[in-house]
């Protein structure tokens, strides 16, 4: 099985930073397969950022030019850091990776979520 453990989320000033971090533990397919997406009230899930097959950056037209995806391969661990936060912004974060069950089959999995409210 896979965990993906969030944290970062938070209260912020519009035009404001706040970095995400998710750790991923368990099998799983690729760290390239990692990535970010979020679910404001009212609205459905929406992707933020991930990385590519190739392992470049893709970002939603919203977000690109303020926020940036990295990782740190070696603690299976990508970050979302965040800058001129707007109100917009404010949703529940995910995490998102694919890996592979106890069956051998490999799924989606996404983690618990951590909110950032921006105010403005």
């Known amino acids: 099985q896979v965990q993906l453990e969030e944290s970062g989320g938070g209260l912020v000033q519009t035009g404001g930073s706040l970095r995400l971090s998710c750790a991923a533990s368990?099998?799983?397919?690729?760290?390239?397969?990692m990535g970010w997406y979020r679910q404001a009230p009212g609205k459905q899930r929406e992707l933020v950022a991930t990385?590519?097959?190739?392992?470049?950056?893709n970002y939603a037209d919203s977000v690109r030019g303020r926020f940036t995806i990295s990782r740190d391969n070696a603690k299976n661990t990508v970050y979302l850091q965040m800058s001129s936060l707007k109100p917009e912004d404010t949703a529940v974060y995910y995490c998102y990776t694919r890996g592979i069950n106890a069956r051998g089959i490999i799924q989606d999995y996404w983690g618990k979520g951590t909110l950032v409210t921006v105010s403005s």
């Open positions: 990385f590519t097959s190739g392992g470049n950056e």
């Open positions: 368990g099998r799983i397919v690729s760290i390239n397969n």
